[in-house]
């Protein structure tokens, strides 16, 4: 577990620097590498707690008919399966890979705000611990779905203030960790690291960073609203008292789908960093990479109704925010375009990282394709709240955020712990995750265009198969993770030794295949020379 | 830059985010009313102008809209809730009264306040009344029923292609929140 | 062996079925159900239409990308000896690929607003029909005069169905007609008529949809949304609520019965003498076993979905009506709970007849071996409202 500094001669000089011992270690540290691990390993437990409700769906949903739980049940089981998807695990993955990364690419000793990044981390177990906790409580856990409407998530039981209160301490935590990347990024740069020379996964993480600092906040103001509207008679959401349920959806919303693109920008960034790595090129088309990104940015602020084309709105809202969520597919085109002439003419070998990165361009493309057919909004109208939905998001989310996260852990993996892991291993992950993943989720685009309706515990017999099919993947899915977990624990503990810049040619890519594998305990206590950081491409 | 100018930096970048993250965070609130005043305007979700009063208009008797009168009792209030018509062709710009009843088929004295909703949506705004009984409260003593008028008008502004619309009021039971108040 | 062979005929109708989708006809059962239908409305033909045109132009798109990828695969390998090239930018193409999704995306939102235009054209539609939704079943009222206004009813999942769909039923849904697509009472409409559908909700939201019919929308309570529909060819079709309603949104089905117009108008005159006869004659007093009988027929049809046909609930969630509490206790309070409902118990007032809740109240309390001995006359019930 410990990132081993002590036979490492660079890192020697430092030892008065080095990590406390034993457990206090990690709950006082303000190391970014500390904090990074501990942000990992949160995401990869609640991974698979996350994954382990997604299973009693998958199990639930094997055939038709009810078999093991209550539909009340199974409504938790969806609603908790999302947020802690969402909120438990892939953000904080992306939050440990920057709190990792982000220094030791910038050519900073740490991150700005060593203390605050402490407090950002210890504020999640504690929700996480409090939401699951919502599911012992007299009425169970939120039942109505991660996107919690009223009126219907006003019939929640005990456990509504709780799950609100869980949302506010998650909405501070990100935000502290946004703020944290942004004062690194814009004040902790090595001289001669320009804006236009960082690597893509700062870009993107700044990016996403100014997201959630602008629609965390709109999130947790909505659910308070939520919370007064139960508990001190406001009828924010309540057409009794003059208010109106769909005011909830626009303001989730405004914070909803700028979320996703906070789940999936990150993900930009590191498929950017792998791929000319293992092509042996550098990354085509840079700046149109950031100002795609900041063009993605912009415009997840304005498209946030396609979520609700079905609620009634007028045509010229409707026609506007087709139009407006149309446009998105450019500068996302724009990036698969890059990445296509990144791989032209490299010199390609397919490691797991590059295996996971290829698969995330193929397989995010079709997310982006069943996004691009539901931004057509009549075309929703039959699409809206059906498996079709289901499948894509799920699409652009695991293939697209969690392979670009298995993709990032193994890319980075002899970085930070100075072995090699099991390449074998890593492949036999890649082949069972990515066959599993499609025979999951592939299926549930022919049931949600055959009618069914997501969100429903037992359905009518004519999806039967696709639905068997479906839930046999996601078991093969399930179970495949272990051995990414195994192969995590492998490597920590030993293996063949990493050189410091692990991929052949690395270094042209990036500084933090500067520093020694594992890296010193301090990143950059010294700025590194220029001329290294102007060779970077 | 030195250690201390660096922090004295981080610190005020710290606080500029924090002012951002604090101001889209009443903005959420904020946006509340404004949407009231967007979605009246603009006639989003149905919402209806309150009641204001009666203004002469040019009658345009050439033009003929049906209008369909709904009522709706939420939940499980136990209310008998109807329109005197259902259907009735009007001319922009005339002013028409219609009568809704109500009553109480329970043995309690019953508080509701009912909500008015338009549809299709972006016809709310050209939809004007001088008389409503919507968003007040409304007394029903048990087994007594009630008439409840509706003056309106249609403004003869309206697209040209509206032929028909609808004026629903839906009755939501606000007994137990109106006498917690009273208590 | 039997989940193994089901298995690779899955995967070998997923290859097939790519294919087959060209045809358009997704209404099929089992693996035939891989498409959107084509639908029955002019605006399920134009939504289906729209459909296949973005799907193939993603096909198309599709095809480019991935092409060139698994070129580059073959090709660009460190172990084919390539040396990388060095290139790391080219403006002309990069604005190419800009411009060109571009103009496809324009030529995609011309024909979708063409057909947006459409859908919200409720315009001189012929006759209105309100729909609510209640956790968890839908009612339906007719509005337009001629074409069966005063026809009130509440439409929720069908008894067999109902009883199968219970964890631990041991009913296998197979063997169920319909299941969980099927409903008491369908809603009845005629063919080839412009309809208007008016959709608002009594609790929570709800969203009604066809999709046969071509589009969904949401209930909401407290507001008006509407939508239109005109079905060319009578039959019968299905849907489902589609928005998350809570503990039962998996269980309020929709079921459209479409009739020529003749034959609806026969339905609607048959409704309206039903309903004349269903006012029931306050001075007559029926026996015990005539309650019983009546009300053995209503407690199969109303209550036996929860309460268990033989008025053993379920423990933790339906209360048994044997030997219960309010079955052996007041007549009064029996009544009411059966009137106005309580929690998830609905209320049954605007959905029983005064004989019919007479009736139920009466098998509940004779039935099942409550014995209780008394009964409730129609004339009574009204004093309870």
């Known amino acids: 577990m410990s990132v081993a500094t002590h036979d490492d001669a660079h890192a020697h000089d430092h030892h008065d620097h080095g990590p406390a011992k034993g457990f206090m270690r990690w709950v006082t540290t303000t190391n970014h590498k500390d904090i990074g691990t501990l942000y990992l390993i949160t995401g990869l437990i609640m991974f698979f707690v996350g994954g382990a409700m997604a299973l009693v769906i998958r199990a639930e949903l094997f055939e038709p008919g009810l078999q093991y739980v209550d539909p009340h049940f199974f409504n938790q089981m969806t609603t908790l399966h999302a947020l802690i998807m969402v909120f438990g695990a892939v953000m904080p993955a992306f939050a440990g890979l920057a709190n990792w990364m982000i220094p030791m690419m910038i050519g900073a000793p740490d991150m700005a705000l060593p203390r605050m990044n402490n407090w950002s981390f210890w504020l999640l177990p504690f929700s996480f611990v409090m939401l699951a906790s919502t599911l012992f409580m007299d009425g169970g856990a939120a039942a109505a779905g991660w996107t919690l409407y009223p009126p219907l998530v006003l019939q929640t039981g005990n456990a509504l203030p709780f799950t609100v209160f869980t949302v506010h301490m998650l909405g501070m935590s990100s935000i502290m960790a946004a703020i944290n990347i942004i004062v690194t990024v814009f004040n902790m740069r090595a001289p001669g690291m320009t804006m236009m020379k960082l690597p893509l996964f700062v870009w993107t993480w700044v990016i996403t960073a100014f997201l959630l600092i602008a629609v965390m906040p709109v999130f947790a103001g909505a659910v308070t609203m939520l919370l007064t509207d139960k508990f001190f008679g406001t009828s924010f959401f309540n057409a009794a008292g003059g208010g109106d349920p769909v005011l909830y959806q626009h303001l989730f919303w405004f914070f909803g789908h700028p979320e996703v693109y906070i789940l999936i920008l990150p993900s930009f960034g590191i498929i950017s960093s792998i791929i000319p790595t293992f092509s042996r090129k550098p990354l085509f088309g840079y700046a149109s990479m950031v100002y795609a990104t900041s063009a993605i940015g912009f415009l997840s602020f304005i498209v946030w109704a396609h979520h609700q084309y079905t609620v009634g709105m007028p045509i010229a809202g409707e026609l506007y925010f087709t139009y407006a969520t149309m446009l998105i597919a450019v500068p996302t085109g724009v990036k698969v375009f890059n990445w296509l002439a990144t791989m032209w003419k490299g010199a390609m070998t397919f490691e797991t990282p590059m295996l996971f990165a290829i698969a995330f361009v193929v397989l995010f493309t079709m997310g982006g394709f069943t996004g691009l057919m539901m931004s057509i909004s009549p075309a929703d109208l039959q699409y809206h709240d059906t498996y079709f939905i289901v499948a894509h998001f799920h699409y652009v989310l695991v293939p697209g955020a969690v392979f670009a996260l298995f993709a990032a852990a193994y890319y980075w993996l002899p970085k930070w712990t100075g072995h090699m892991y099991d390449e074998r291993l890593g492949q036999l992950h890649f082949w069972l995750t990515t066959i599993s993943v499609n025979i999951c989720f592939f299926p549930q685009h022919f049931v949600g265009l055959a009618g069914m309706p997501r969100r429903i515990p037992d359905y009518a017999v004519q999806f039967a198969e696709f639905n068997a099919m479906s839930s046999v993947g996601a078991f093969v899915f399930g179970f495949s993770q272990l051995i990414f977990a195994y192969v995590i624990y492998k490597a920590i503990q030993g293996g063949e030794k990493a050189t410091s810049e692990v991929w052949e040619g690395a270094e042209a890519h990036g500084l933090e295949w500067h520093l020694s594998s594992p890296p010193p305990y301090h990143s950059w206590t010294e700025a590194p020379p220029k001329e290294i950081i102007s060779d970077l491409h | ?183 | 062996m039997k989940k193994t062979l089901q298995l690779l005929t899955s995967l070998w109708s997923v290859i097939w079925g790519v294919a087959y989708a060209e045809t358009g006809s997704g209404t099929g059962v089992g693996w035939g159900a891989l498409n959107l239908p084509a639908g029955a409305t002019p605006l399920s033909h134009d939504i289906h239409d729209l459909h296949m045109t973005i799907l193939w132009i993603c096909v198309a798109i599709g095809v480019i990308v991935y092409g060139i990828l698994i070129y580059s695969l073959i090709h660009h390998r460190k172990s084919k000896g390539v040396e990388p090239a060095k290139f790391h930018e080219n403006t002309k193409l990069e604005i190419l690929w800009t411009i060109i999704p571009f103009v496809i995306l324009i030529a995609m939102a011309i024909p979708a607003t063409k057909v947006m235009i459409k859908v919200y054209d409720t315009n001189e539609s012929e006759m209105t029909i309100k729909v609510t939704g209640y956790q968890w079943k839908w009612r339906y009222e007719y509005l337009t005069d001629g074409l069966g206004k005063g026809i009130d009813f509440f439409s929720s999942l069908d008894a067999k169905s109902n009883e199968a769909r219970q964890l631990g039923s041991k009913i296998d849904p197979t063997t169920v007609e319909h299941y969980l697509l099927n409903v008491d009472n369908p809603l009845v409409i005629p063919a080839n008529k412009k309809i208007r559908i008016l959709l608002t909700a009594a609790d929570v939201l709800h969203a009604w949809w066809v999709p046969e019919f071509g589009w969904k929308k949401d209930a909401i309570p407290g507001f008006v949304t509407d939508g239109w529909i005109k079905v060319e060819q009578p039959g019968i079709y299905r849907g489902q609520c589609a928005e998350l309603c809570g503990r039962d949104h998996g269980f309020m089905p929709i079921v459209v019965v479409v009739k020529p117009e003749a034959e609806y108008k026969e339905w609607v005159a048959e409704q309206l003498s039903k309903k004349e006869a269903n006012k029931v004659d306050l001075s007559k007093t029926l026996t015990l076993d005539e309650l019983n009988t009546k009300g053995k027929e209503v407690y199969a049809a109303n209550c036996a979905a929860c309460h268990m046909p033989e008025g053993e609930g379920m423990a933790g969630t339906f209360p048994a009506i044997k030997g219960s509490k309010v079955a052996l206790g007041p007549i009064a309070d029996h009544v009411k709970l059966v009137l106005h409902g309580k929690a998830a118990m609905p209320a049954f007032k605007d959905q029983l007849n005064d004989l019919e809740t007479a009736a139920v109240v009466t098998y509940q309390r004779n039935g099942f071996g409550n014995n209780k001995g008394d009964s409730v006359q129609p004339a009574d019930i009204q004093a309870y409202k």
């Open chain 2, 1 to 183: 830059m030195d250690n201390k100018e660096l922090q004295k930096a981080n610190a005020r970048l710290v606080w500029r985010i924090v002012a951002i993250a604090v101001l889209m965070f009443g903005l959420g609130f904020a946006i509340a009313p404004y949407y009231d005043a967007v979605c009246s305007y603009f006639g989003i979700s149905g919402r209806v102008n309150e009641a204001s009063s009666e203004q002469t208009m040019q009658v345009d008797a050439s033009r003929e809209i049906s209008v369909e009168f709904v009522s709706v009792v939420n939940g499980q209030m136990p209310l008998k809730f109807r329109a005197e018509t259902s259907k009735l062709k009007v001319n922009p710009g005339q002013y028409y009264t219609v009568n809704y009843y109500a009553e109480n088929t329970s043995d309690k004295k019953l508080v509701g306040r009912a909500v008015p909703s338009i549809s299709p949506a972006w016809l709310s705004a050209f939809l004007k009344k001088a008389e409503c009984f919507c968003f007040s409260e409304q007394e029903f003593e048990p087994h007594k029923e009630r008439k409840m008028p509706v003056r309106f008008v249609i403004d003869p502004a309206v697209q040209a292609d509206a032929k028909e619309m609808t004026l629903s009021y839906t009755f939501f039971d606000i007994t137990e929140k109106s006498q917690t108040i009273k208590n």
